[in-house]
């Protein structure tokens, strides 16, 4: 019973995918979904089935696993423009497969379950700024999030003005934009974390994906939490948190607390145990 309590994360993320594989599978008739979400949810129950193991690089794992399958093989080999404008493109197109599958079970929807789960063991654009040597924060965090309502509202009004001047070729130009924005993004995400000393300033300031996951990660089942008569305030996990989470308030109102992305980092960190999942 104890072993069961131990995996029971791990269980959880492979039976939620592997039931959404199977019901797209026969509800859309494509196989492809049944092999990409059982991928997908495979991946992430192992990465977490690792660190319980405490295996080092379990994280690291899953995000290469999953985040080259879709960079590569879903938006380069398929085509597929995986970024939020692909969710735009095929979102008026009507069509409810591809990227809107994507963004509804990883981006819309899974967040009550996972929170921002995604952004720390799948994102493509993470896996490589997690790989800069600044991965903890150095400074303060700035007043910069603005910008990520910017970046969402230039995706939408981007792919809006291609369906209203009837520009053809869109799917040529999605592969495209795909290309380029995947370029930019790693550019300027690179670019921040050496001039903020941060690796993830990018997802904290200038990431449009964040305005559909914070929402749903506000009320995430699966977060961590603290035993308050455990800590001793050493303030070690507010030291090792990327996202500068405020850990040790179990406050759903708690300092950036929409922004965990469940690295497990100050779990780790911490000397008497006092946090967990």
Same mark, same amino acid.
């Given at each position: 019973?104890?072993? *069961?309590?131990?995996?029971?994360?791990?269980?959880? =993320?492979?039976?939620?995918?592997?039931?959404?594989?199977?019901?797209?599978? *026969?509800?859309?008739?494509?196989?492809?979904?049944? !092999? /990409?979400?059982? @991928?997908?949810?495979?991946?992430?129950?192992?990465?977490?089935?690792?660190?319980?193991?405490?295996?080092?690089?379990?994280?690291?794992?899953?995000? !290469?696993?999953?985040?080259?399958?879709? $960079?590569?093989?879903?938006?380069?080999?398929?085509?597929?423009?995986?970024?939020?404008?692909?969710?735009?493109?095929?979102?008026? *197109?009507?069509?409810?497969?591809?990227?809107?599958?994507?963004?509804?079970?990883?981006?819309?929807?899974? %967040?009550?379950?996972?929170?921002?789960?995604?952004?720390?063991?799948?994102?493509?654009?993470?896996?490589?700024?997690?790989?800069? %040597?600044?991965?903890? %924060?150095?400074?303060?965090?700035?007043?910069?999030?603005? =910008?990520?309502?910017?970046?969402?509202?230039?995706?939408?009004?981007?792919?809006?003005?291609?369906?209203?001047?009837?520009? %053809?070729?869109? /799917?040529?130009?999605?592969?495209?934009?795909?290309?380029?924005? /995947?370029? $930019?993004? @790693?550019?300027?995400?690179?670019?921040?974390?050496?001039?903020?000393?941060?690796?993830?300033?990018?997802?904290?300031? =200038?990431?449009?994906?964040?305005?559909?996951?914070?929402?749903?990660? @506000?009320?995430?089942?699966?977060?961590?939490?603290?035993? #308050?008569?455990?800590?001793?305030?050493?303030?070690?996990?507010?030291?090792?948190?990327?996202?500068?989470?405020?850990?040790?308030?179990?406050?759903?109102?708690? #300092?950036?607390?929409?922004?965990?992305?469940?690295?497990?980092?100050?779990?780790?960190?911490?000397?008497?145990?006092?946090?967990? $999942?």
């Amino acid at each position: 019973m104890e072993k *069961l309590k131990k995996y029971s994360s791990s269980m959880i =993320i492979f039976f939620i995918f592997e039931t959404t594989a199977v019901s797209l599978w *026969l509800i859309l008739d494509n196989i492809f979904y049944l !092999f /990409n979400f059982t @991928y997908i949810g495979g991946f992430l129950a192992l990465g977490l089935f690792l660190y319980t193991k405490k295996y080092q690089h379990a994280r690291l794992v899953v995000q !290469f696993g999953v985040g080259l399958y879709m $960079l590569v093989y879903l938006g380069i080999i398929c085509n597929e423009n995986m970024q939020i404008e692909g969710f735009w493109y095929y979102l008026f *197109l009507g069509v409810f497969e591809a990227a809107t599958i994507h963004y509804a079970v990883a981006k819309l929807f899974g %967040p009550f379950l996972f929170g921002r789960g995604w952004c720390g063991y799948a994102c493509w654009t993470a896996m490589i700024l997690d790989l800069l %040597p600044y991965k903890q %924060p150095q400074g303060s965090r700035k007043k910069l999030g603005y =910008i990520r309502y910017i970046t969402f509202s230039v995706s939408l009004l981007f792919v809006g003005a291609l369906f209203l001047l009837h520009v %053809p070729n869109l /799917n040529k130009i999605m592969f495209w934009s795909f290309i380029i924005g /995947n370029t $930019l993004y @790693y550019a300027v995400g690179i670019s921040l974390a050496v001039m903020l000393k941060d690796n993830r300033a990018f997802c904290k300031y =200038i990431c449009p994906i964040t305005v559909f996951l914070k929402p749903a990660s @506000y009320f995430a089942y699966m977060r961590i939490t603290v035993d #308050e008569k455990k800590c001793i305030s050493c303030g070690k996990c507010k030291k090792v948190c990327m996202m500068d989470v405020d850990v040790t308030n179990n406050s759903r109102k708690r #300092e950036n607390g929409t922004e965990c992305v469940l690295c497990m980092k100050c779990i780790d960190e911490c000397p008497v145990k006092a946090l967990k $999942l």
